[in-house]
């Protein structure tokens, strides 16, 4: 059975279940191509020798995003159309550029996020220059024109309420809704830092920060040290 077989099948299934009638035709397509995707996968880690890793059954509570590949879905200022589902208003945090691609729709944490992937022609000027980049521990990084760019460890700062939430969640019985409630706050948590440091690393200027070179040269001295002590041992 490949994917093609299955993506024929698709509309006899629709005729048999009325509920596949209220989901787009593309967004099924797409979730019969994630499938063909994982067993791909599988078979070539399994040819190469690798941990081949069986594809896990996707059920209601492990499923948190769908997607239309091609059409179904319009964006017009703070408003996206989804077909079968409706007209939306959105917070649109930065202006689309480029031609719009596919949209995905995905649930995250009880907040509802959709994804548009664009095609746009880069747009690069050359400089002419070039700087060193050195990732230590102690700082971030250090550029061979002496600029020092510590870390903010997000992570570090935060372990106080971390530890706070997963001694609550702990102590919560497995399968009550206390527990669920638990681990839904622990989980907004963990996404807060992953957003923090995503932020940083695109917008930051003692972090994240775009070199207007041509080479970018980076360098971690630490993991060098480690390798070549691994040598002379």
Known sequence: MT????????????KACEEYKTVHSQVLQNVVERLDKAYQAFFRRVKRGEKAGFPRFKGRN??????YPQSGFSLEGKYITLSKVGTIRIKLHRQVQGIIKTCTVLAKNGRYYVCL??????KIQATGGSVGIDLGVRHLA?????????????????????KKLQRIVS???KGSNRRKKAVALLAKK??????????????????????????NA????????????????
């Open 62 to 67: 492990r499923y948190h995003s769908f997607t």
């Open 190 to 215: 963990h996404e807060y830092i992953a957003n923090q440091r995503r932020n940083n690393a695109h917008r930051c200027p003692s972090c994240g920060f775009e070199c207007d070179r041509d080479i």
């Open 3 to 14: 994917f093609y077989s299955q993506k024929k099948e698709l509309p006899a299934l629709k």
């Open 142 to 162: 250090i550029t061979s024109d002496g600029d020092f760019h510590d870390a903010p460890k997000y992570l570090r700062k935060s372990e106080r309420q971390l």
């Open 171 to 173: 102590r919560r019985k």
């Open 218 to 233: 980076a360098k971690n001295i630490l993991k060098r040290a480690v390798q070549q002590r691994q040598n002379v041992s």
């Open 117 to 122: 992937s664009c095609e746009e022609e880069p």
